[in-house]
């Protein structure tokens, strides 16, 4: 079992899923990609996690995210779950949930952890862009549910920064100033970044978010 490292290209599978088999790298295409895995089906944080990113769809097809799900269990449990989902979350389940029953996925990503639990994935979201390219990696444990926002927060910095040659500051959120690159010489900012800038230290200047587009 290899470890995945920011950066690394994400490993390619052929895997089942509630729709349908999935090529995940074909599946992707040109869009950038969420894969998270749920411990098991019928778990009461997984439930509230799936139906809020069911209700998050319009957020991720905005940025051009697709996003996958995956447990250890098997399509009719899935299928059985996603009506529980759809009921207690008011909302229908609109993207695909991998079964990963002999667990080639789970450890083809390292997301069986057996200090934690030998049986079950952990909470792990890894988010990839258009070129296969593990950009992001968080690992929660099995108490805690994630926080889509942060999700959609750091995808926002994501796609900014890979268009432009800024960083994102603490708590940024679209719309706040940004960092210019360390990279960028202060001669060189206002031909790069027509909105001009602030220098607060010669190794921390700030310029408000460029258009994306």
């Known amino acids: 079992m290899s470890t995945i490292r920011l950066g690394d290209e994400a490993p390619n599978f052929t895997a089942k899923s509630t729709e349908g088999e999935i090529n995940f790298h074909e599946w992707l295409g040109h869009s950038w990609g969420i894969l998270f895995s749920h411990p098991a089906d019928y778990t009461p944080v997984c439930t509230t996690e ?18 996958v799900a995956l447990s ?9 779950w996603v009506n529980d989902i759809n009921e207690t979350q008011d909302t229908t389940v609109n993207f ?36 296969k390219k593990v950009k992001l990696i968080i690992t929660y ?20 920064t890979a268009y432009h040659k800024v960083a994102t500051p603490a708590n940024w959120k679209s719309g706040d100033d940004c960092v210019v690159s360390p990279s960028i010489e202060s001669k060189d900012i206002p031909g790069i970044f027509p909105k001009g800038y602030t220098e607060i230290k010669p190794y921390l200047r700030m310029t408000p978010q460029p258009d994306l587009k």
Do not use: C, W
Not at 56 to 66: G, S
Not at 143 to 148: A, I, L, P, Q, V
């Open 96 to 131: 695909p949930i991998i079964a990963d029953e002999d667990r080639k996925v789970s450890e083809l990503y390292d997301m069986i952890h057996p200090n934690a639990n030998d049986k079950l994935t952990v909470r792990s979201v890894f988010v990839i862009d258009p070129d």
């Open 50 to 67: 799936l139906g809020t990113v069911a209700k998050y769809k319009d957020q991720f097809d905005k940025r051009n995210v697709k996003v």
């Open 141 to 160: 444990p099995a108490s805690t549910g994630r926080n889509f926002e942060e999700l959609l927060r750091v995808i926002d910095s994501l796609q900014l």
């Open 72 to 80: 250890v269990d098997g399509l009719e449990s899935h299928k059985g």
